[in-house]
């Protein structure tokens, strides 16, 4: 089993829409999810992360963890045609920090 | 956000021949440094985690002879790809990270091998 599995997408949306990206982890234990978003032929971007479970806000993103059914979530409101890029759950795991990435998901938001 | 400045972007070689793609946090001094590889329409996949001073630890599967690892400051790493082949081909990817747990990556190296 992967320690993180993201739903590959590609998903498209109309400007304005609440988006909902998601993921799932394996290891109870892990603690620390990010969020990146990453343009095409560029290096990921943080964009949100949280720390154990509930909801964290920034602007028009919110990212959320339920730890007892070991999901996170990241919605983007009011979703712009800059929105666009693939978007990367990562798990924070070990003493060294490494991050292991979802495989990621292709949004394109339509103007 | 702190900088993490990634060269060459791009670099073409013919194959047999080494690559160094450098990797540099410019305003913080980064204790450890991960290298990933990203194939196309794939996500990231941890190569090697190197802290300074101290030989890198590579993921199973990662050739060490083969991606040389070196990371000789707090503010730089290198990357070196020996002998390079077409299937080496891909797009290398450096992050860096300091005393929190928050990782900063670089623009990232496209690498050709023909």
């Known amino acids: 089993q992967k320690e993180v599995e993201q739903d590959p997408g590609p998903l498209s949306v109309p400007e304005g829409a609440i988006v909902s990206l998601n993921c799932t982890y394996s290891?109870?234990?892990?603690?620390?999810f990010m969020w990146y978003r990453q343009y095409s032929r560029k290096g990921p971007e943080l964009l949100m992360y949280?720390?154990?479970?509930g909801n964290k806000e920034d602007g028009r993103f919110t990212a959320q963890v339920d730890k007892s059914s070991k999901y996170i979530s990241l919605f983007i409101r009011d979703s712009q045609p800059s929105d666009s890029a693939t978007y990367l759950c990562a798990i924070v795991r070990g003493s060294a920090r490494q991050l292991t990435f979802g495989s990621g998901t292709q949004l394109t938001v339509l103007p | 956000g702190a900088v993490v400045s990634q060269h060459p972007s791009r670099v073409i070689c013919k194959s047999g021949t080494s690559v160094k793609i450098e990797c540099r946090s410019l305003d913080f001094q980064a204790t450890t440094m991960f290298w990933y590889r990203q194939f196309p329409k794939q996500s990231l996949m941890l190569m090697a985690t190197s802290n300074e001073g101290s030989k890198a630890t590579y993921e199973q599967g990662v050739e060490k002879d083969k991606f040389l690892i070196n990371h000789a400051s707090l503010t730089l790493s290198t990357l070196t790809v020996t002998s390079a082949h077409p299937e080496d081909s891909s797009f290398y990817i450096c992050?860096?990270?300091?005393?929190?747990?928050?990782?900063?990556f670089g623009q990232g190296t496209r690498l050709t091998v023909v």
């Open positions: 290891n109870s234990a892990f603690q620390y």
């Open positions: 992050s860096a990270m300091g005393g929190r747990s928050e990782a900063f």
């Open positions: 949280t720390y154990s479970s």
